[in-house]
């Protein structure tokens, strides 16, 4: 497995990519089948690694290929040397690796590798699977990124910034109360969510402070279009157990307002990761940050998840307005009705998406949120 021998085909443990493996009911599986929803290279990308146990991969040392974040991932490298690890935090120039087996090491980035980069503005990214050459002290230099899935990203002067890439499922946690639930801010991070190409969860936290019946409505209209919809309370306890089954083994990231009980939630779901709860003023019913860059921690249970304690809402919203329907499930499936090809669906006459919700086949609630969203709102 020497450098040269550039065209050989090197058989590799890889650890496989782990996605969500307790699928509770139907309705998640729309997520999969729906072909407008994922293209076949990235379907590729976040089916092919499903499962706990490990398998052989053949990877051909070749060029620099380049992956659907326009990465360029594949340079060559010696195997015989370098090991796989994963990128638990980024800083600055330096990030932090863990091995498989739970070592950690700080870790450059080769030359090369930054010179590949085009698009991006850090060539590691936190969850990124990557090669690196250990040295001594637990240091190391990274040799190359593995292709990613499930990406959040932003882009800022028309290049992507990659927030977290390899992720599995966004935990869009929000509150009975407490702040009050925020609908629309849901519609908004399962966009993020369905353009990154990760699963959501929507998980209802505080629901000790309300009747559970009154949220039934809403969580109907999710579960319908095929989210999964959790109530949990982090004070109480309440499906705590649910949620942890659901985010073992699998890269999660939580997102929310601040207040919601993110912190609280993560607590209660793994006790030893002891993150800071901020107290809700009484004034502005909003929690504080209380640390400042996001992080991959591991569950004692098998999985990770990334801390994003200055992540709000708006930061992962990256969508141009003109997309905005293709990311409304409920919605897409009335266009077809539409008179104009390029019906809004907001001003326009004989449009399907209006009359379905004027017949109550769509919730005008979400019919409202397509619209302030589609506004730019
Ligand atoms: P974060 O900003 O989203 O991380 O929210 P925190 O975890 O800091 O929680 C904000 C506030 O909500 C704290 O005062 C928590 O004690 C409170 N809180 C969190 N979870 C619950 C819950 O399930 N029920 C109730 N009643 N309060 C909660
Ligand atoms: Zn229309």
């Known amino acids: 497995m020497s450098d040269k021998r550039k065209k050989e085909k090197i058989r590799t443990e890889f650890r496989k990519n782990r996605t969500p493996r307790r699928r509770q009911s139907d309705l998640t599986r729309e997520y999969h089948v729906d072909p407008d929803q994922q293209d076949e290279s990235v379907r590729k990308e976040s089916v092919t690694g499903k499962g706990a146990q490990t398998r052989k991969r053949t990877v051909v040392g070749d060029a620099a290929a380049v992956d659907e974040t326009g990465l360029a991932v594949h340079p060559d490298v010696d195997l015989t040397v370098c090991q796989l690890g994963r990128v638990l935090a980024v800083h600055g120039l330096t990030s932090t690796l863990e091995t498989d087996e ?101 998980c209802i936290n505080k629901i000790d402070l309300v009747a559970a019946a009154d949220l039934q409505p809403l969580a109907g209209v999710y579960g319908q279009m095929g989210y999964p919809v959790i109530f ?52 502005t019913q909003k929690g504080r940050h209380t640390t400042t860059h996001s992080q991959l921690i591991r569950l004692a249970g098998g999985g990770y998840v990334v801390d994003t304690p200055g992540m709000r809402q708006f930061e992962l919203w990256d969508v141009d307005r003109n997309e905005v329907a293709n990311f409304f499930r409920d919605l897409r499936s009335y266009v077809h009705n539409c008179r104009f090809p390029n019906c809004t669906h907001t001003h326009e006459l004989d449009c399907g998406v209006k009359d379905a919700v004027a017949d109550g086949h769509m919730d005008a609630r979400r019919y409202e949120s397509y619209c302030q969203l589609a506004a730019g709102e």
């Open 232 to 283: 949990v309370s982090a004070a109480c306890g309440t499906n705590i157990e649910t949620m942890r089954r659901r985010i073992t083994d699998c890269q999660s990231v939580f997102t929310g307002q601040s207040g919601v009980g993110k912190s609280s939630l993560l607590n209660a779901l793994a006790p030893d990761l002891d993150l800071r709860v901020a107290a809700v003023s009484s004034n």
């Open 102 to 202: 739970g070592i950690l090491y700080s870790c450059a980035t080769r030359r090369l590798l930054k010179t590949l980069m085009t698009e991006q503005r850090h060539v590691v990214a936190v969850g990124d699977r990557v090669w690196f050459r250990p040295q001594q002290d637990n240091s190391g230099i990274i040799e190359r990124v593995e292709p990613r899935y499930g990406v959040l990203s932003r882009t800022s002067r028309g290049r992507q910034h990659v927030i977290v890439a390899n992720i599995d499922q966004l935990i869009i946690v929000t509150s009975a109360a407490e702040p009050n639930l925020k609908p629309h801010l849901i519609d908004r991070l399962l966009i993020s969510a369905e353009k990154g190409r990760v699963q959501p969860v929507i």
